[in-house]
């Protein structure tokens, strides 16, 4: 079974400038460079100018995290995460991320959109799904699963936000 998930992101800068920004290695090296902790991050651009992939990896302290998911880890919570995103197609770019666990069966796939927004800005739409392969509690850490998603993306467009006010 697995979890739908849908949120969307509006940014007052428009497309070329978003787009620019997602796809800049020093835009994803300056928020997420590795650590002490064991975190990494590698940037590539398989598919030519104006794409990017980023596979980050790190380790989460499970001492604030609910008491089921704390009772079913093998070992520190060990996350992965691969973002990837096209060249721009007139106003739009495609993306796509999945992400998952060393440390518990969990799988995260979605898409991402970018485009114009009304306001004359842009919107970064990301929709997926979560699978969580526990018998019984699986439903429940989706849902938890789904929240951190939720938290990502709200750390992402604050990130990018500040990248862009900066610049």
């Keep these: 079974m697995s979890k739908a998930f849908s949120f969307t992101t509006e940014f007052e800068h ?12 020093d835009y994803w090296k300056s928020r997420s460079g590795a650590d002490a902790d064991g975190s990494s991050i590698t940037v590539s651009s398989p598919a030519g100018p ?4 980023v ?9 604030g995290l609910p008491a089921v998911v704390r009772g079913i880890l093998r ?5 992965n995460r691969a973002d990837e995103w096209s060249a ?4 739009h770019a495609q993306g796509a991320m999945t992400g998952g ?3 518990l069966p969990v799988s995260i796939e979605g898409r991402s959109e970018l485009r114009p927004s009304a306001s004359g800005g842009s919107v970064v739409e990301v929709t997926g799904e979560v699978a969580v392969k526990i018998p019984v509690v699986g439903g429940q850490v989706e849902g938890l699963v789904v929240q951190m998603v939720e938290s990502i993306v709200n750390g992402d467009e604050k990130e990018l936000n500040d990248w862009l006010a900066a610049k």
């Design 101 to 103: 666990s060393s440390s």
């Design 50 to 53: 104006g794409t990017i992939r």
């Design 14 to 25: 428009s497309v070329d400038t978003v787009h620019a920004a997602l796809t800049s290695e």
């Design 88 to 91: 721009l197609d007139g106003d």
């Design 55 to 63: 596979e980050l990896t790190g380790r989460m302290d499970p001492a």
């Design 75 to 79: 070992g520190p919570l060990e996350m």
